[in-house]
């Protein structure tokens, strides 16, 4: 089976120290087609955070000769950009300037806090917290198209502190199902973030696999596995578990982007 990780955070990223030689052994360790290095770009951090990016030209030329001691890898050049809707225009300006392999747009920072840090919560139950995250994915990604993966749409059940700890189609449907038809209307991606799956303070996220399903109905082609991994012993968690569960979803492709196109590679052998 061909496996792929887009979703990874190198050295680059303000959280990570992870060695980008290093994850390419892993890589080749684990016989992956390949990984994307999408180093965090944030805009428009809470107070208290500085800043929130990386060096974009560094990363990329580092990835490049990366690629004279790796050539049997895809190694690509990728950032997750932090959507909000109070950033979209410097986003824009952004990526006027930059050309990626991978785009992934996620949300991190919810009007004025970073959810990481747990005070978003104060004052909300949990259909209100999640509800403004994914209200605020939708009306991102309503003006914001130039991505390839919608990443981690349920990062903000990671940190919460109440007992659900699962954003599921049969709640969250009326946000939810407009999110997956922009995706699967405009060629996007829906993501599997295997880092959310995991035991948190609160509890452990579920992912409702309705909601892959739906994403199938409405012609979704492909999705993305990503193991948001900040050091190497994280790369490719979960990724065969959850490509068994894609093909149960009736997904029949794995996809990653370079230079912004789509590369298929099938899952059901
Ligand atoms: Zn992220």
Redesign the pocket.
């Known amino acids: 089976m061909i496996l792929f990780d887009n979703h990874t955070h190198s050295h680059h990223s303000p959280d990570s120290r992870m060695n980008m030689i290093v994850a390419a052994e892993k890589i080749r360790e684990m016989s992956f087609r390949g990984v994307c290095f999408s180093d965090?770009y944030d805009f428009d951090p809470p107070q208290g955070i500085k800043k929130f990016n990386f060096h974009v030209e560094r990363q990329q030329s580092e990835i490049e000769s990366l690629k004279e001691s790796f050539p049997d890898l895809e190694l690509l050049r990728g950032v997750?950009i932090g959507i909000q809707p109070v950033s979209l225009e410097a986003i824009q300006a952004f990526m006027k300037k930059h050309t990626f392999d991978t785009v992934i747009a996620?949300m991190?920072f919810v009007r004025g806090h970073d959810p990481y840090h747990g005070k978003y919560y104060d004052g909300y139950g949990f259909l209100e917290a999640y509800d403004i995250y994914l209200e605020d994915i939708l009306k991102s990604i309503s003006a914001f198209r130039d991505f390839d993966i919608l990443?981690?749409f349920d990062?903000i059940a990671r940190y919460s502190p109440y007992r659900k700890h699962e954003i599921s189609l049969k709640t969250f449907g009326d946000i939810l199902d407009p999110i997956l038809r922009i995706l699967a209307e405009n060629g996007k991606t829906f993501e599997i973030?295997t880092k959310t799956y995991q035991p948190f303070a609160h509890g452990t996220p579920v992912l409702d696999r309705n909601i892959l399903k739906h994403f199938r109905e409405l012609g979704g082609e492909a999705v993305s596995l990503g193991s948001?991994a900040h050091s190497p012993e994280r790369i490719g968690e979960k990724f065969e578990y959850y490509s068994e569960i894609l093909k149960h979803c009736g997904f029949r492709y794995g996809v990653y982007y370079k230079e912004r196109n789509p590369v298929y590679f099938t899952i059901d052998n």
């Open positions: 965090h997750e996620s991190h990443g981690h990062y973030n948001d």
